[in-house]
Structure formats: C-alpha cells, structure tokens
C-alpha cells in the first residue's frame, strides 16, 4: 500500500467510499491479522467477522496476498542462500 501513487489511492478511496483516515485504520488492521494468524483462510474470515464490505475485504485480502507471499519468498529466499553457503563451504574444505 506503501507503494501506490496519489491518483491510484484517490481512486481506491472513491472505490472504498472512504476517508485516508478509514484506509489507514483498514490496513493496520489488515497488518495486524497477517501478523497474529498463519492461516490465510481464517485471516480472510476475521476481516469478514469484523463488518467490512466486500470491498474492504477484498482489498485486505489483497494485502495480506501481498504479504503472504513476500514472507514465504523471504523464508525460501533465505533457505537457497544458506544452501547455497553450505556447498560452497563444504567444496572449499
């Protein structure tokens, strides 16, 4: 969301129907879940749960999508690094 220009977040807050201050409470909420849950199916099932429009979800739904798959990318990212240290050690000795 960090990412996103000032036309596209003026069309995402006509899209929304909302205010900067209702877009930046949904995403910290949005934050908040990705961050306290490791399932995304109850992630999308709480933002549900909480009231918001299939708009609102959606867009959390995108969010947590986002980074859902930067974390798993980080995490296998970091497993071919060590990987790759480790042959590299082991042909060096």
Known sequence: MQNISKFEKE???NLLE???KELAILVDKTNNLF?????????LLKI???GH???????????IGEKFGYEKA???LEDEIKDK????FKNSQ
């Open 35 to 43: 961050q306290n849950q490791t399932n995304i199916y109850d992630m």
């Open 11 to 13: 069309k995402l807050l």
């Open 74 to 76: 980080k995490i296998e």
């Open 48 to 50: 549900l749960q909480q």
């Open 53 to 63: 429009n299939i708009r609102e979800a959606t867009l959390a739904g995108m969010i």
């Open 85 to 88: 240290l480790y042959r590299a």
């Open 18 to 20: 909302c205010n900067e």
